[in-house]
C-alpha cells in the first residue's frame, strides 16, 4: 500500500461478499486467524474507523485520499482453510481529478500482526480505467502473505508488507519513534517513523503512524500526505 498505492495494482477479481465464520487456522508453521477482520493493532486500528481523509501534495499536484472500510469481505484461502479478509477501498484524487480506485485486503492474525493479501486496484484518466497495473493476490500472485503492521513495531523491527516479485516487493523498517507530531492542526503522540522501500522502482517512502489511530503522514519523495481525520465505525 506504499503510493504505488498511487501507482496501481493489476488483475480483475472478483469481491466475495458472504461473511464466513471458520475457526482459528493455522499456517504450516505460521500465524492462526481466530478473528481475521477484528483489526484493532494498536498502531493500524483499522476496525475501529469507517473512513480517513489525507490531503496534501505529491509531483507538483494536490492529492485528496478517502480510505472507506466496505461492509463485505473478501475470501482467501490460506494452507487449505478459508480466511475473511477486511476490504478497504482507497479512492484517490489528483488536483480533482480521481486518478485510482483500489481493494486493499487485509486480516490481523492471532500474534496481533496486520496481514497484506493483495490489492485489486484501477488506474482511472479522464474517468476511464486505463490499466490495472501492479496488481498482485495471495494465492495468485504469491504463496507468501504480507505484514502491513507487526504486533510489537520497535525501532530496528523489519518486515516485508509485499512479497509477489516481480510485481512487488516491498521492505518496511521501523527507524524511530517521535513523541509528538502535529498534522494538519491536529496533536499526535507515541509515534512511530516507518521507512518503505520497494521494489522493482527502488522507491523510498517515510511513513508515520500514531499509537490508536494509524497512519497520520505519508513522505514519498516528492510530497506530503496528512490525515485530516477519521470517523468512526
Known amino acids: 500500500m ?3 498505492a498511487f501507482g496501481i ?13 471458520v475457526p482459528a487456522t493455522a499456517l504450516a ?17 483499522l ?5 480517513c481523509t489525507l490531503r496534501g501534495h505529491e509531483d ?22 478459508p480466511i475473511e479478509a477486511m476490504v478497504v477501498k482507497d479512492r484517490v484524487h489528483a488536483d480533482g481529478e480521481l486518478i485510482e480506485s483500489t481493494h486493499d485486503f487485509f ?11 493483495g490489492e485489486r486496484v484501477y488506474n482511472i484518466r479522464g474517468g476511464r480505467v486505463v490499466d490495472h497495473h501492479g496488481s498482485w493476490l495471495y494465492g495468485r500472485d504469491t504463496n507468501r502473505l504480507g505484514v502491513l503492521m507487526a504486533a510489537r513495531p520497535h525501532p530496528g523491527r523489519h518486515w516485508l508488507s509485499e512479497d509477489a516479485p516481480p510485481i ?3 521492505h518496511d523498517r521501523v527507524v524511530g519513534r517521535v513523541g509528538h507530531v502535529a498534522v494538519h492542526g491536529r496533536s499526535y503522540d507515541h509515534v512511530i517513523r516507518v521507512r518503505e522501500f520497494a521494489l522493482p522502482d527502488r522507491e523510498v517512502e517515510y511513513k508515520l503512524y500514531a499509537r490508536g489511530v494509524g497512519v497520520i503522514d505519508e513522505l514519498p519523495p ?7 481525520g477519521c470517523t468512526r465505525a
Not at 9 to 21: G, H, N
Not at 47 to 51: A, G, I, L, N, V
Open 222 to 228: 516528492h510530497g506530503d500526505v496528512g490525515l485530516v
Open 47 to 51: 476496525s475501529k474507523f469507517h473512513r
Open 107 to 117: 486480516a490481523q492474525s492471532d500474534d496481533g500482526d496486520v496481514r497484506y493479501l
Open 9 to 21: 495494482r493489476a488483475a480483475a477479481i472478483s469481491l466475495a461478499t458472504c461473511a464466513l465464520t
Open 168 to 170: 512487488t516487493v516491498e
Open 60 to 81: 507538483d499536484q494536490r492529492l485528496l485520499i478517502r480510505r472507506t472500510v466496505l461492509d463485505r469481505t473478501r475470501t482467501f484461502v490460506v494452507d487449505g482453510s
Open 29 to 45: 508453521d505460521g500465524p492462526t486467524f481466530s478473528d481475521p477482520t477484528r483489526i484493532d493493532n494498536p498502531y493500524l486500528p
Open 2 to 4: 506504499n503510493r504505488k
